[in-house]
């Protein structure tokens, strides 16, 4: 763009009013919102869990922040284990040569967790499992 010396040139300022709200600010209305979500693992196996590793917590805030820490790490892998399965399914069923009538469609397929998709959901969390050696 050429400008002469002639014309008046306009600056323009922009302001941004997206401005995070400070570390405490965000912390307390986490905090607003845990008093009245109930988590799946409940307070007291959170605590439990807790005391036997020696932490011993003041505020049950901070167990339920903990529970909801440990549901979404179960849901994770959980998660995880389920796209095993899935992959595991649909390469099992594309080697095999049956009609389409026999197949259900992914929506009516069921899946049940297994060792075989656990192990590897676990292995990307940093868990190794090992199967128990069968004793008769």
Do not use: W
Not at 48 to 56: I, N, R, V
Not at 78 to 89: G, M, P, V
Not at 90 to 110: E, I, L, M, P, V
Not at 112 to 129: K, Q, R
């Amino acid at each position: 763009m050429v400008v002469s010396n002639d014309e008046e040139v306009e600056s323009t300022e922009y302001v941004v009013d997206d401005v995070e709200p400070a570390p405490g600010e965000a912390l307390g209305e986490l905090l607003m919102h845990l008093e009245d979500y109930t988590p799946t693992v409940p307070d007291a196996v959170a605590e439990q869990y807790l005391h036997m590793a020696g932490f011993e917590a003041v505020d049950p805030r901070i167990v339920r922040i903990i529970s909801v820490t440990a549901q979404k790490f179960i849901s994770d892998i959980a998660n995880d284990a389920l796209q095993h399965c899935k992959t595991r399914s649909n390469s099992q069923h594309s080697g095999s040569h049956g009609s389409n009538k026999d197949k259900k469609s992914n929506k009516d397929r069921k899946y049940t967790l297994a060792i075989e998709d656990l192990t590897p959901a676990l292995a990307d969390h940093g868990i190794t499992m090992r199967k128990p050696q069968y004793f008769v």
